[in-house]
């Protein structure tokens, strides 16, 4: 037949009405690409520089001539490369309030701070696990109460920061030595639920005869309550028969510490 093409199904009539049909056969000229913008030099020039000015300051004179945003940014250079980071160790120091806030933060408010994606986040939370076990190497198997300021800084940094309430407990050997540092149960923001029955059964498990116990405020304030108060001495009553000491109860804020026996209140 002639005088008549069968329409394509896929609608493309430019190649079939009017025009030369042998074009479609042939390689169409590519578009010309628009340019990619030039690389800011100077900008890189000025955070590079920045950069080695902050380390030259560090290396020269230490951690005490550095901000704790310029201590937080020092690090960041190492888990962002590619980018200036003075503007983000500002923006966590400004949301979390000091450095051991933005270190104790939980990985998903990290994330809220632009420029933090979850890998930094991650790091910055390895980093505060390191620091932790720094800490408890410096009480585990050596006499607690003589050294009491490691314990405090330990239990500071493992619970100040920490969303909900815990209840910590280490367990002490006869030459008061730790044995044993374990979380016993999280409740909510501002209770967490203890039975001083088992905390004395897990005592005489481990073989323990004295015990500290430790529980944190989300508040931040440390100032004991009337339950944690009526709590202690019900663990007191219940562990003494047993040979059991109860040598302090801890209770951790964001900005201190309370010590019920440094209170008088047990």
Not at 210 to 233: C, Q
Not at 238 to 266: E, F, N, Q, Y
Request: net charge neutral.
């Amino acid at each position: 037949m002639t005088g008549s093409r069968r329409r394509p199904q896929d609608g493309s009539d430019d190649l079939f009405e009017g025009g030369d049909e042998r074009g479609h056969f042939f390689e169409q000229p590519a578009r010309p690409r628009a340019a990619e913008p030039a690389p800011d030099r100077d900008k890189d020039k000025h955070y590079h520089g920045h950069r080695e000015r902050l380390r030259a300051r560090f290396r020269d004179s230490g951690e005490g001539a550095l901000a704790d945003y310029e201590i937080l940014e020092l690090l960041l250079f190492r888990l962002i490369p590619r980018r200036d980071t003075k503007p983000v160790a500002k923006a966590l120091i400004d949301r979390f309030g000091t450095l051991s806030g933005v270190f104790g933060a939980p990985p998903a408010l990290l994330q809220e701070v632009k420029g933090i994606g979850e890998a930094v986040a991650l790091d910055l939370k390895l980093i505060s696990a390191v620091a932790q076990r720094a800490l408890k190497s410096e009480i585990r198997n050596k006499q607690v109460l003589a050294s009491w300021s490691a314990v405090i800084q330990y239990c500071h940094a493992a619970m100040a920061h920490e969303q909900r309430e815990q209840f910590r407990i280490l367990f002490l050997d006869k030459r008061n030595a730790l044995i044993a540092d374990e979380v016993q149960g999280q409740g909510t923001v501002d209770h967490t639920p203890v039975y001083p029955r088992e905390v004395v059964r897990r005592a005489l498990e481990l073989s323990a005869t004295a015990i500290i116990l430790v529980h944190n405020h989300p508040s931040g304030d440390p100032t004991p309550s009337r339950a944690d108060i009526d709590m202690t001495k019900t663990i007191v009553e219940t562990a003494r028969p047993l040979g059991i000491t109860v040598h302090d109860h801890i209770i951790i804020g964001k900005d201190g510490h309370a010590s019920l026996k440094g209170l008088r209140l047990m």
